[in-house]
């Protein structure tokens, strides 16, 4: 690393959607590699939240994701071992960018909150991180990897 350079390590960031629309309503168009930085290879979406009920609680080691609150809001808490932040997602024009290994969770669901999910990847239980310990554990070997 070159003197002054800064280490990013938390691996998320807000995307604002283009809108398109007249008298007759308003489209976001989404397409992998062109709006959205990966291939899409799963949309999955969450629906009937109860608002009280924390969900989430697990990091992905190469999995990349976007979540888009179609309808309500929910706050999200990232967490890439070092720092945590919290996001809120409340408008269908908002992506959430969530890249590899950042542990995340989901509270404060508004009723009738759905968010829908674009995913880099088929769905694999192995590519799941669902201890908390070992996530912090897999994220400072792989910062100490990448000499960091």
């Given at each position: 690393m070159e003197k002054g350079e800064a280490?990013?390590?938390m691996n998320y960031k807000l995307i604002?959607?283009?809108i398109f629309g007249d008298e007759r309503g308003k489209l976001i168009s989404l397409e992998g590699n062109h709006n959205v930085p990966f291939e899409i290879k799963r949309v999955y979406w969450i629906f009937d939240t109860i608002p009280n009920q924390?969900?989430?609680m697990h990091a992905h080691t190469n999995m990349e994701q976007i979540?888009?609150?179609m309808d309500g809001a929910c706050e999200f808490i990232l967490d890439d071992g070092i720092k945590r932040e919290k996001v809120l997602l409340n408008r269908p024009d908002l992506g959430l960018y969530i890249g590899k290994n950042m542990w995340r969770e989901m509270q404060n669901?508004?009723?009738g909150?759905?968010?829908m999910i674009l995913a880099s990847s088929?769905?694999?239980e192995n590519e799941y991180i669902r201890d908390y310990n070992v996530f912090l554990k897999t994220v400072n070997q792989n910062k100490g990897q990448n000499g960091q």
């Open positions: 280490l990013v390590y604002d959607m283009k924390k969900r989430g979540i888009v609150a669901f508004s009723y909150c759905k968010l088929y769905y694999d």
